[in-house]
């Protein structure tokens, strides 16, 4: 059979047992009628502080967000490409190189932009 039938077919599998799931809770989960005590906020068995408790997060950080995720996917890539790349040829090693140039620019920029110490003001 193609892989790519295979693959459709595990996918298709997937996809149904988590809608049988989703299904069977549906029909046969409890159905509990929502009253105004289950509609308050609960914080751990004591009464809400303040009413509205959500309060806006620095928008320093979502850069470190946005780095740590840059970091971590090329982290998953070098061990992807150190897995794949056993008969090492030089186009690998050009993609390689590149690979890392990119990580240096980013480390370079990081680090001349002062993003690290920005949050710790």
């Known amino acids: 059979m193609n892989p790519y039938g295979t693959f459709l077919i595990y996918l298709l599998a997937i ?24 509609l308050e906020p609960f914080e751990c068995g004591a009464t809400p502080v303040e009413q509205d408790n959500t309060r806006a997060v620095p928008v320093k950080y979502y ?22 790349s056993q008969p090492l040829t030089g186009a690998l090693l050009a993609a390689f ?3 890392m140039l990119l990580l240096v620019f980013i480390v370079a920029y990081v680090w001349r932009t002062g993003l690290l110490e920005e949050v710790t003001r």
């Open 15 to 38: 996809l149904g047992f988590v809608a049988l799931t989703l299904w069977m809770n549906r029909v046969l989960g409890p159905k509990p009628a929502p009253t105004a005590l289950k």
């Open 63 to 84: 850069a470190i967000a946005v780095i740590f995720i840059l970091f971590d996917l090329e982290t998953v890539f070098l061990f992807l490409w150190a897995l794949g």
């Open 97 to 99: 190189g590149v690979f």
